[in-house]
RNA sequence: GGGCCGUUAGCUCAGCUGGCAGAGCACCGGACUUUUAAUCCGGGUGUCGUGGGUUCGAUCCCCACACGGCCCA
């Protein structure tokens, strides 16, 4: 053991941490620059175009043989590389069309050269000249003139690893964006989607609308609500969990042909596919029934995947998933029979089907309604297995108080849900219209609330079945959670990873969050 | 809600059986006018998630907690 007493102490003082010392560092950096009247955060800069499309008319005035006197290019964006080799320099300048490599050398530049040294990775920087093509035959501009546009006041994550770490990536997207180019990506192509649904269902003669989203009743789903509180009318009031009957109104108000793509909000739990809030997508389509509804599921989502993707088949883990229509129709009865060996018909009540249920080996709860038993036996047994696009067809009533029953089988509605990579992305009714029906329905979910303890049966809305007796038409009716379409349409595996910001527990740990 | 795994420098990651905390990138100083993860020389980074415990000694073992991930319900 070495005696201690004589060590020096330690100095704190002198000791930073390498992200104090890099801190320190640009800050020292924007001082002078200050000091040398430079405006380290300018109010504009005027861009003659992006990126790619300097590189891109480059090589094609390139190619036509054009000698360059064009006029100078100015251009712009982040530094996300450095390559300075004394009295020149190459630097990354990346916009949201890709890189563009600047030249700077010190006896084009001038003065201006000094500005690099005050320069660090992050930085938005401004450059003006011309295009001109480097040894190795890069399209590069050299620049006759710096401007910097934004100093950047922290370091970015590794440029060549980029930023693993996930909750930091969900935290703090921006760097995720910055690090990791081809997450922007999935972000574009989810815009395309939405954008891609707008216009077909516009080109169909549907009027996108907007309803509320603080909702008095938050009906139309089996789901918790989040509940909040309106000051000014001391009312409790909910987010709403679906857009079902607010829509259904309108059909009722004649515009036959509406849609609405909105976030809703479920006080549910995380996880691959499920987030508290997401977008959905539902439509209402007078005169129209699920059969329709079917037809135009497959044309919408075929047709996205082509836009989107390139392609209707589209690779997802180990299978490929192939979106050209038409998809198979199976009927949940049969499926249901086939993939657990249990006729859902020869237990009509929740006691009879909670035994077989416990026979099969699930774990049902004590008191569990019937149709949240088969909804359990459905997510064993037979989604799994729906890999390919399909429609599950005819549901149980007690599973669908929205829905209108089935002609010819008794007990089931007219209902399907279309299924791709296992998981539910479609749901369609021919919606019910019968308001004395309806009353009925609803007083048998509130039974389920009162008798099974079900927190998510569906409430009544006594406005809505109101409206309903003013009379409404034959209406074939569709939701589609667009989160999960997005996922299967950009190949990835999380919700997370389709949405921007994800839902993530607070941190409370104040130099956690200082980070 | 339960189980398992993870949390080490700004980032990406090593760290053996408990014995002075490591690399690359980034950063700082120097050289360098066509680089491409530029290169070369030199420099030092830290609340080892947090709080307890065991121990002469804990990044390492134990307990609790926080956050995240995966699986199950």
């Known amino acids: 053991m070495p005696d201690r007493d004589e060590s020096p102490p330690p100095q704190p003082a002198d000791n930073l941490s390498s992200l104090q010392a890099n801190l320190e560092s640009r800050r020292a950096k924007l001082g002078r620059l200050i000091a040398r009247g430079i405006d380290p955060y300018p109010r504009r800069f005027a861009r003659s175009c992006s990126a790619a499309d300097a590189i891109a008319q480059f090589e094609a005035a390139d190619a036509a043989g054009l000698p360059d006197d064009a006029p100078p290019l100015r251009l712009a964006g982040r530094i996300t590389s450095m390559r300075v080799m004394g009295r020149a320099a190459f630097l990354d300048l990346r916009d949201a069309t890709g890189v563009v490599q600047a030249l700077l050398r010190r006896n084009v530049l001038g003065d201006d050269y000094a500005l690099l040294s005050d320069l660090d990775l992050g930085d938005f920087l401004g450059v003006t000249g011309q ?12 620049a006759t003139s710096l401007t910097i546009l934004a100093k950047g006041m922290r370091p970015l994550p590794e440029k060549w690893h980029g930023l693993r770490d996930v909750e930091t990536r969900y935290r703090q997207r921006y760097l995720d964006l910055i690090a990791n180019p ?100 539902e439509s209402y389509e007078a005169y129209a029934d699920y059969n329709a509804v079917m037809e135009m599921v497959e044309a919408l989502v075929s047709s996205l995947a082509q836009d989107v993707h390139g392609s ?142 079900d927190d998510e049966a569906d409430r009544t809305d006594d406005d809505f079945l109101t409206a309903l007796e003013y009379g409404m038409p034959p209406t074939g009716g569709l939701g589609i959670g667009i989160d999960r379409l997005v996922m299967l349409l950009t190949a990835q595996t999380t919700i997370r990873d389709v949405l921007l910001f994800p839902q993530m527990r607070v941190l409370h740990d104040e130099s956690e969050r200082e980070r």
Do not use: C
């Open 131 to 142: 295009m001109m093509r480097t040894r190795t035959g890069q399209p590069t501009i050299e």
């Open 182 to 281: 081809e997450v922007a990506d999935t972000f574009v192509q989810r815009s395309r989607v939405i954008s891609g649904i707008r216009r077909f269902l516009d080109n169909r003669g549907f009027v996108e609308v907007d309803t509320p989203i603080l909702v008095p009743i938050p009906a139309g789903a089996h789901a918790r609500p989040f509940i909040t509180h309106h000051n000014a009318l001391d009312q409790q009031l909910y987010l709403r969990i679906a857009t079902e009957l607010y829509l259904k109104r309108l059909i009722v108000g004649g515009l036959d042909k509406v849609y609405e793509i909105g976030r809703v909000f479920r006080n549910e739990g995380i996880d691959q596919d499920h987030n508290p809030e997401f977008t959905l997508l």
């Open 312 to 453: 209707m088949q589209i690779p997802l883990g180990a299978h490929v998933i192939d979106f050209t229509p038409p998809w198979p129709r199976l009927s949940l009865r049969e499926e249901l029979q086939r993939r657990s060996g249990v006729d859902i018909d020869d237990y009509p009540d929740a006691e009879s089907l909670t035994r077989i249920a416990r026979q099969l080996g699930l774990e049902p709860a004590p008191r569990e309604a019937r149709g949240r038993l088969i909804d359990k036996m459905l997510s064993v047994y037979v989604e799994p297995h729906l890999i390919q696009p399909s429609f599950l067809m005819d549901y149980p009533e007690d599973m669908s108080p929205l829905a209108k029953s089935h002609p010819d089988q008794p007990g089931y509605v007219e209902r399907f849900e279309a299924f791709a990579a296992g998981m539910e992305i479609a749901n369609s009714y021919t919606e019910l219209n019968d308001p004395a029906v309806q009353r009925a329905r609803f007083a048998a979910q509130e039974h389920l609330r009162a008798a099974y303890d």
